[in-house]
C-alpha cells in the first residue's frame, strides 16, 4: 500500500494537466475511479500526459507463478506473461528485443518448470518494440505468431492467414479458450485477451488490455469505441482479473504483487482478482476519460 500512495502522489503532482481535459467529463471518470485505479485516472484524464519514470529502464524481473495456469517472464518495466494449457503454452508479449526473449522469457519458462519447446502461439498486444521485440526469436524457431493484421504492416505484413488476430477470434489451445478483442488507439491493431485462469480450483476469466490512445480526435474516438466493445466483453465473460503490459503505470498494487509472487505465501489472497463490477468500471472510467480528452482536442480545434 506504500507503493501504491507514493506513486498516487506522484501522478497527483501532475494532476495539473488533467484539468486540460474536459471538467465535466472528468469528473464523470473520477466517479468511476477507486484507489486502485488512482494511477489510471490520472493518467488517462490527462490530454497530454508526462512519460512515467522508470519506462524502458527495466530490468529481468523474478519469473513468477500468479495463477495455477498464468505465469510472469517479464521485466520490470513491460510484462510478458505464459498460459499454460492441456496442449502447449501461449506467450503474450515479447518484451524489447529477440536478445530479451533469449535471456529472459526462455530462462523463465524454464526457471518455472515449464518447457519451451511446448510454446505453441505468441500473442503480440501491438507492434511497438518493447511488446514485439522479441517476435523475430520465437517466429524463427516457427511458433505461431500472432498481431492484428494493422499491427502486421510495420513488421512487414503477415506470412500467412493464420498469423493474423481478428476481433472476436476465439483460439482455442487445449481446454483453454483465448479471446481476441481488437481495441484500437495505442496503435492502429492493438488486441486485448481474454482467458480463465484457475487458482485453487476456482475459475477466473482476466483480460490483459492494451490502453492509452496515441494521436487526435480520431484516434480517440476509435479508442472509445473500442473500449466499449471490450467493455461488452468484459461483462459478458464475467472478467474479474484486470491486467496491463505496464502495470506500474495502470495499477501498482498489482505491479507490487507480480514482482513479488515468487515468495507468495501459498493460499494468501490473489490481489489481481478484482472482481467483475470493478473491472467494468475500470474500462468505462478510462473511455469517460477519453472522452473528455476528445472534447478538449476538439474546443481548441475551433
Known amino acids: 500500500m506504500n507503493r501504491l500512495l507514493a506513486v498516487t502522489c506522484a501522478l497527483l503532482s501532475i494532476q495539473a494537466f488533467a484539468q486540460d481535459a474536459n471538467p465535466a467529463l472528468v469528473e464523470q471518470a473520477r466517479a468511476l475511479s477507486d484507489e486502485r485505479s488512482q494511477a489510471s485516472f490520472v493518467r488517462q484524464c490527462t490530454v497530454e500526459p508526462a512519460r512515467f519514470p522508470g519506462l524502458g ?18 521485466r520490470t518495466d513491460v510484462g510478458a506473461w505464459v498460459i499454460k494449457t492441456s496442449d502447449g503454452l501461449a506467450l503474450i508479449d515479447t518484451l524489447y528485443t529477440p536478445e530479451d526473449a533469449a535471456n529472459i522469457i526462455m530462462p523463465g519458462l524454464q526457471q518455472l518448470g515449464l518447457d519451451p519447446a511446448q510454446l505453441k502461439v505468441v500473442f503480440a498486444t501491438h507492434f511497438h518494440g518493447d511488446h514485439a521485440g522479441g517476435v523475430p526469436f520465437f517466429r524463427d524457431r516457427g511458433v505461431r505468431i500472432m498481431l492484428s493484421e494493422a499491427d502486421w504492416g510495420p513488421l512487414g505484413g503477415a506470412p500467412n492467414a493464420d498469423s493474423i488476430a481478428r476481433d472476436g477470434q476465439v483460439i482455442m489451445l487445449g481446454d483453454t479458450p483465448i479471446t481476441i478483442v481488437l481495441t484500437p488507439g495505442h496503435t492502429p491493431g492493438a488486441i486485448s485477451l481474454i482467458f480463465p485462469v484457475t487458482e485453487n480450483g476456482v475459475t477466473h476469466k482476466a483480460v490483459i488490455m492494451e490502453l492509452s490512445p496515441r494521436g487526435g480526435a480520431d484516434v480517440h474516438k476509435q479508442a472509445v469505441e473500442g473500449i466499449a466493445h471490450l467493455g461488452e466483453f468484459i461483462a459478458s465473460e464475467s ?61 481548441a480545434a475551433k
Open 57 to 74: 529502464e527495466g530490468v529481468a524481473a523474478t519469473p513468477a507463478k500468479l495463477f495455477d495456469n498464468l505465469y510472469y517472464v517479464g
Open 239 to 299: 472478467v474479474d482479473v484486470a491486467l496491463h503490459p505496464h502495470e506500474m503505470i495502470f495499477d501498482p498494487v498489482a505491479r507490487d504483487f507480480i514482482m513479488s509472487a515468487s515468495s507468495r505465501t501459498q493460499g494468501s489472497e490473489n490481489p489481481l482478482v478484482i472482481g467483475n463490477e470493478a473491472a467494468g468500471r475500470f474500462a468505462a472510467m478510462v473511455g469517460k476519460c477519453w472522452e473528455a480528452r476528445i472534447a478538449t482536442m476538439e474546443a
